[in-house]
């Protein structure tokens, strides 16, 4: 087996040889030219995406790693192959804080409780054995000392510690733990540590704005050399003038150093010579011709291809391209060059370095060791294994025809890209633009082009493995080529789908959510002709849903069924008109703002928005019928030909149904904007927040009668029922009223605010409070029935239901309950998620359920076991309308879904 020391002396005779290379022919100097996948393996952590408790120590000895229960494993670094473990320190079962490797020893840092510092042992590397044990006081990351406190060298463990000023360094010897020296540094300083495989660098801010950065021999803890960063460059903005400069110190094992301090950013060499600062380094160009071998450092940073930010700032975490780049400095000139490894950058961090040798962290949960590819320079590619040349056009993935899905009169804006001083000859990112600002752009950009189609696959899957764990996704239009899914944005609703196809990583973004999803089969097939000929095409109907029609906004209003019409109002503005069989959009009517309430009766669509707005629309054609807005309206009712609407000052107005034109306003004596009025039997009931209940004519609104009750009224609507009218209050009183009268025939007090009902059935009243329990009362009396309270939450939210016999509650302990109506028995619970937000739907002996998780669940009526589970691509807020053989729903992020009731 090739050992470590072996592969330098291999890289070192290939340097040479290079140089021999280049001697005989000018034009081509050896050098790094790529990095290759040598080996990887799962990393032990809790959480792959934020794995905080993984640490690791890196050398061309071994790669040590901890686990989650406190041990460490020891690895060869060039094959992976574990050749021990170190159990778990029982002293010490504190979790690990730091790791080291240096001269055939791995130190290991643990937390010391009631101690403000570190556990740290020394273990033999070959066989892991115990070679000493001590406590040292030590700073933590916060205060005036940041970065590492227990700095591993080959020259000892030393350890930085601040826990009095001045701060003192302190080292051990690594294979006793005997402390060897000890210094304390300059009063009222700031420091930061880091550690090279021979030296410790200490970058430290100090009283009259001296900034300097030190190289320091571990083992007599005296500077090799001391450097004052540029006085004009480290003192901060003049608005920060009273705080002292950001410090940053990143250390590579081969001792070359970045630092950040203050608006300096500059680049040193083992010896303290000042290479570059970080403008020069990205703008430096390379010779156009060279004789010499080319000389890099160990990896420094993964990121981006660098440049420099609009701030003057180095910049390595730009979104374009995908892969992360190993990003090395030229020792001799100092500029900074970077090569593609196929781990997205998103997901990668950069663990540790080894001559010729980086591993990797890729956040999906494993560690990937990479091994440098060397050749003549002038194979050096930013571009990584396939040349620029072979690039796709971006505006050549979609066509003209395709984009008119989404719009007519788009139009192809080409973005060329430069990296590493390389300017893209075709343009790798598309702007499809609309004709009119009120439209959305659609974006495409081909992320990178790997060098083969296992490459792609394989970054296309670690793609979708952090979608699926921290996105908003959609499982309905995932196949084996595509992801989309609903990325987080600082700017807004944004939608995009990742496609894969042969060696192509393609991203496809708008904040068209529609856009998206009509595009996306389009763009799949496309490129599967493109790259993959004869390979089969997924289908383009969602998976486990007959249909799935996507909105541009949020779908909370319940959707309406009527014929063979599903009619859903959307948070976009807009009212859609979807053919219940097909999903087929018969009509879109925009309303000018967020829709949250839709109905329909006699050939009509009634629809109310956010800005109070009323528009009534053709139920076949969606022709505007007539528009109407009422100032401060929140909730609307349709009753009689007539649309009664609450709003600002009081105000109860009635319009016709059919022309729009008012009929009658009423002026009441309390705020009314949040209630939501109950018509029955020719009276209006409306609540007001001052605790009035009002009964008004409802042909004329004149005032029938009005009732006071102790708390607001307003919140929940009236409930009318035979001759009796229920009115729950903000104190958790349940009123029951004489409808003609409105005299009290009997008050009921829950332990808490009523949140759920009151719902009438069998000559019984339901009724749940936040104090989470359902009371069931006699609806001529008020005398209790039954009480049920399961404990566990804060109250009864999500609806209340009562069919065939059984009561169904959802609790906010997460359960799904199923009681008996008679006795208030539990027949069933089901775990049904947190915080559902729509009332649970009975149909055919299954009871339908959604939650804000995005998931529909169908149970057995009678049993509570699961017949199907379908997960949305957003929460569902929405009740679920079963008819003809499918439950549809709305979700969160605007998609509407008809999902077989046979099976999801």
Same mark, same amino acid.
């Given at each position: 087996?090739?050992?470590?020391?072996?592969?330098?002396?291999?890289?070192?005779?290939?340097?040479?040889?290079?140089?021999?290379?280049?001697?005989?022919?000018?034009?081509?100097?050896?050098?790094?030219?790529?990095?290759?996948?040598?080996?990887?393996?799962?990393?032990?952590?809790?959480?792959?995406?934020?794995?905080?408790?993984?640490?690791?120590?890196?050398?061309?000895?071994?790669?040590?790693?901890?686990?989650?229960?406190?041990?460490?494993?020891?690895?060869?670094?060039?094959?992976?192959?574990?050749?021990?473990? #170190?159990?778990?320190?029982?002293?010490?079962?504190?979790?690990?804080?730091?790791?080291?490797?240096?001269?055939?020893?791995?130190?290991?840092?643990?937390?010391?409780?009631?101690?403000?510092?570190?556990?740290?042992?020394?273990?033999?590397?070959?066989?892991?054995?115990?070679?000493?044990?001590?406590?040292?006081?030590?700073?933590?990351?916060?205060?005036?000392?940041?970065?590492?406190?227990?700095?591993?060298?080959?020259?000892?463990?030393?350890?930085?510690?601040?826990?009095?000023?001045?701060?003192?360094?302190?080292?051990?010897?690594?294979?006793?733990?005997?402390?060897?020296?000890?210094?304390?540094?300059?009063?009222?300083?700031?420091?930061?540590?880091?550690?090279?495989?021979?030296?410790?660098?200490?970058?430290?801010?100090?009283?009259?704005?001296?900034?300097?950065?030190?190289?320091?021999?571990?083992?007599?803890?005296?500077?090799?050399?001391?450097?004052?960063?540029?006085?004009?460059?480290?003192?901060?903005?003049?608005?920060?003038?009273?705080?002292?400069?950001?410090?940053?110190?990143?250390?590579?094992?081969?001792?070359?150093?970045?630092?950040?301090?203050?608006?300096?950013?500059?680049?040193?060499?083992?010896?303290?010579?000042?290479?570059?600062?970080?403008?020069?380094?990205?703008?430096?160009?390379?010779?156009?011709?060279?004789?010499?071998?080319?000389?890099?450092?160990?990896?420094?940073?993964?990121?981006?291809?660098?440049?420099?930010?609009?701030?003057? !700032?180095?910049?390595?975490?730009?979104?374009?391209?995908?892969?992360?780049?190993?990003?090395?400095?030229?020792?001799?000139?100092?500029?900074?060059?970077?090569?593609?490894?196929?781990?997205?950058?998103?997901?990668? !961090?950069?663990?540790?370095?080894?001559?010729?040798?980086?591993?990797?962290?890729?956040?999906?949960?494993? #560690? #990937?060791?990479?091994?440098?590819?060397?050749?003549?320079?002038?194979?050096?590619?930013?571009?990584?294994?396939?040349?620029?040349?072979?690039?796709?056009?971006?505006?050549?993935?979609?066509?003209?025809?395709?984009?008119?899905?989404?719009?007519?009169?788009?139009?192809?804006?080409?973005?060329?890209?430069?990296?590493?001083?390389?300017?893209?000859?075709?343009?790798?990112?598309?702007?499809?633009?609309?004709?009119?600002?009120?439209?959305?752009?659609?974006?495409?950009?081909?992320?990178?082009?790997?060098?083969?189609?296992?490459?792609?696959?394989?970054?296309?899957?670690?793609?979708?493995?952090? #979608?699926?764990?921290?996105?908003?996704?959609?499982?309905?239009?995932?196949?084996?080529?595509?992801?989309?899914?609903?990325?987080?944005?600082?700017?807004?609703?944004?939608?995009?789908?990742?496609?894969?196809?042969?060696?192509?990583?393609?991203?496809?973004?708008?904040?068209?959510?529609?856009?998206?999803?009509?595009?996306?089969?389009?763009?799949?097939?496309?490129?599967?002709a493109r790259y993959e000929p004869g390979a089969g095409v997924p289908g383009d109907r969602p998976r486990h849903v007959r249909w799935s029609f996507p909105a541009d906004g949020s779908v909370d209003d319940d959707l309406v069924l009527a014929g063979r019409t599903v009619y859903a109002g959307?948070?976009?503005?807009?009212?859609?008109?979807?053919?219940?069989?097909?999903?087929?959009?018969?009509?879109?009517?925009?309303?000018?703002?967020?829709?949250?309430?839709?109905?329909?009766?006699?050939?009509?669509?009634?629809?109310?928005?956010?800005?109070?707005?009323?528009v009534s629309l053709d139920a076949a054609s969606g022709r505007l019928r007539w528009s109407r807005r009422v100032a401060g309206s929140n909730g609307v009712v349709l009753a009689a030909g007539t649309v009664y609407a609450c709003g600002d000052n009081s105000e109860i107005v009635a319009l016709?149904?059919?022309?729009?034109?008012?009929?009658?306003?009423?002026?009441?004596?309390?705020?009314?904007? !949040?209630?939501?009025?109950?018509?029955?039997?020719?009276?209006?009931?409306?609540?007001?927040?001052?605790?009035?209940?009002?009964?008004?004519?409802?042909?004329?609104?004149?005032?029938?009668?009005?009732?006071?009750?102790?708390?607001?009224?307003?919140?929940?609507?009236?409930?009318?029922?035979?001759?009796?009218?229920?009115?729950?209050?903000?104190?958790?009183?349940?009123?029951?009223?004489?409808?003609?009268?409105?005299?009290?025939?009997?008050? !009921?007090?829950?332990?808490?605010?009523?949140?759920?009902?009151?719902?009438?059935?069998?000559?019984?009243?339901?009724?749940?409070?936040?104090?989470?329990?359902?009371?069931?009362?006699?609806?001529?009396?008020?005398?209790?029935?039954?009480?049920?309270?399961?404990?566990?939450?804060?109250?009864?939210?999500?609806?209340?239901?009562?069919?065939?016999?059984?009561?169904?509650?959802?609790?906010?302990?997460?359960?799904?309950?199923?009681?008996?109506?008679?006795?208030?028995?539990?027949?069933?619970?089901?775990?049904?998620?947190?915080?559902?937000?729509?009332?649970?739907?009975?149909?055919?002996?299954?009871?339908?359920?959604?939650?804000?998780?995005?998931?529909?669940?169908?149970?057995?009526?009678?049993?509570?076991?699961?017949?199907?589970?379908?997960?949305?691509?957003?929460?569902?807020?929405?009740?679920?309308?079963?008819?003809?053989?499918?439950?549809?729903?709305?979700?969160?992020?605007?998609?509407?879904?008809?999902?077989?009731?046979?099976?999801?």
């Amino acid at each position: 087996m090739l050992t470590v020391r072996r592969l330098a002396l291999v890289l070192a005779v290939a340097l040479v040889t290079g140089s021999a290379v280049a001697a005989d022919a000018p034009h081509l100097p050896w050098g790094p030219t790529g990095w290759q996948a040598l080996w990887s393996m799962p990393a032990d952590v809790e959480d792959p995406d934020h794995p905080g408790d993984l640490h690791y120590g890196v050398s061309g000895e071994a790669l040590a790693v901890s686990t989650s229960r406190g041990a460490v494993t020891v690895h060869d670094p060039l094959t992976g192959r574990r050749r021990h473990t #170190i159990p778990a320190d029982p002293g010490s079962p504190a979790p690990i804080a730091g790791l080291g490797v240096a001269s055939g020893t791995i130190v290991v840092s643990r937390e010391a409780p009631g101690v403000a510092g570190y556990v740290v042992s020394g273990y033999e590397l070959a066989t892991g054995a115990p070679l000493w044990r001590r406590t040292v006081t030590a700073a933590s990351s916060a205060g005036p000392v940041v970065g590492l406190s227990v700095m591993v060298t080959e020259g000892g463990v030393t350890v930085l510690d601040r826990q009095a000023d001045p701060a003192t360094l302190t080292t051990f010897d690594l294979r006793t733990g005997r402390q060897t020296t000890r210094t304390t540094r300059p009063p009222r300083c700031r420091l930061q540590g880091g550690a090279t495989s021979r030296t410790i660098m200490l970058l430290s801010s100090c009283p009259g704005d001296r900034v300097e950065l030190a190289s320091v021999d571990p083992r007599t803890l005296r500077p090799h050399w001391t450097r004052s960063l540029p006085r004009s460059l480290s003192l901060p903005s003049q608005d920060q003038a009273d705080a002292p400069p950001t410090l940053g110190l990143t250390t590579g094992a081969d001792g070359y150093v970045y630092v950040e301090a203050g608006g300096d950013q500059a680049f040193y060499s083992p010896e303290g010579l000042r290479l570059s600062t970080a403008r020069e380094a990205v703008e430096q160009r390379p010779p156009a011709r060279g004789t010499e071998p080319e000389r890099w450092s160990q990896p420094l940073l993964l990121g981006s291809p660098p440049r420099i930010s609009d701030r003057g !700032f180095l910049d390595v975490s730009a979104r374009w391209p995908l892969p992360a780049f190993l990003i090395s400095l030229d020792t001799v000139t100092g500029r900074l060059g970077g090569l593609p490894v196929d781990t997205p950058l998103s997901r990668a !961090f950069l663990v540790g370095t080894a001559p010729g040798l980086a591993f990797v962290y890729d956040k999906v949960g494993w #560690i #990937i060791a990479y091994k440098a590819a060397y050749g003549p320079a002038t194979a050096r590619a930013p571009f990584g294994d396939v040349p620029m040349a072979d690039w796709p056009d971006a505006c050549a993935l979609l066509t003209g025809r395709d984009v008119s899905l989404a719009g007519d009169g788009y139009r192809p804006n080409p973005g060329s890209r430069t990296l590493a001083g390389v300017t893209t000859p075709r343009p790798p990112a598309c702007d499809w633009i609309p004709p009119t600002d009120d439209r959305a752009v659609v974006s495409l950009t081909v992320d990178w082009v790997f060098g083969s189609p296992a490459a792609a696959r394989k970054a296309f899957a670690t793609e979708v493995a952090r #979608i699926k764990r921290n996105g908003v996704y959609d499982p309905a239009y995932e196949t084996s080529h595509a992801m989309t899914h609903t990325p987080p944005s600082p700017m807004g609703p944004l939608d995009e789908s990742v496609v894969v196809a042969g060696p192509v990583l393609v991203r496809l973004r708008s904040t068209s959510r529609r856009a998206v999803r009509l595009l996306t089969p389009l763009l799949q097939r496309n490129l599967l002709a493109r790259y993959e000929p004869g390979a089969g095409v997924p289908g383009d109907r969602p998976r486990h849903v007959r249909w799935s029609f996507p909105a541009d906004g949020s779908v909370d209003d319940d959707l309406v069924l009527a014929g063979r019409t599903v009619y859903a109002g959307s948070a976009d503005g807009n009212v859609y008109a979807l053919d219940a069989a097909s999903g087929a959009a018969r009509w879109s009517h925009q309303t000018g703002g967020d829709v949250s309430s839709t109905s329909v009766s006699g050939g009509a669509v009634y629809a109310h928005n956010s800005t109070g707005r009323i528009v009534s629309l053709d139920a076949a054609s969606g022709r505007l019928r007539w528009s109407r807005r009422v100032a401060g309206s929140n909730g609307v009712v349709l009753a009689a030909g007539t649309v009664y609407a609450c709003g600002d000052n009081s105000e109860i107005v009635a319009l016709d149904a059919a022309t729009g034109r008012p009929r009658w306003r009423a002026r009441l004596g309390g705020d009314v904007r !949040f209630a939501t009025p109950s018509v029955a039997g020719g009276t209006v009931h409306v609540g007001s927040a001052d605790g009035t209940l009002y009964a008004l004519d409802a042909a004329s609104g004149r005032r029938r009668w009005r009732f006071r009750a102790d708390g607001g009224t307003g919140f929940l609507p009236p409930v009318p029922s035979g001759a009796t009218v229920y009115v729950p209050s903000r104190t958790g009183h349940l009123h029951a009223l004489d409808r003609a009268t409105g005299k009290p025939r009997w008050s !009921f007090r829950a332990g808490a605010r009523i949140t759920a009902g009151p719902v009438v059935s069998g000559g019984a009243v339901y009724v749940g409070g936040g104090d989470g329990a359902l009371h069931k009362l006699a609806a001529a009396t008020g005398r209790t029935s039954w009480d049920f309270a399961p404990g566990g939450g804060d109250g009864i939210h999500g609806g209340l239901v009562v069919a065939r016999g059984t009561v169904y509650l959802h609790h906010v302990n997460g359960l799904l309950y199923a009681l008996d109506a008679a006795s208030g028995g539990r027949r069933w619970s089901f775990p049904a998620g947190d915080s559902v937000m729509s009332r649970p739907a009975v149909a055919h002996g299954v009871v339908y359920a959604g939650n804000v998780e995005g998931r529909v669940h169908a149970l057995d009526a009678a049993t509570g076991t699961t017949r199907w589970t379908f997960r949305t691509s957003g929460q569902v807020r929405t009740t679920p309308v079963v008819a003809g053989g499918l439950v549809y729903v709305g979700s969160t992020t605007g998609e509407v879904s008809a999902i077989p009731a046979a099976g999801g």
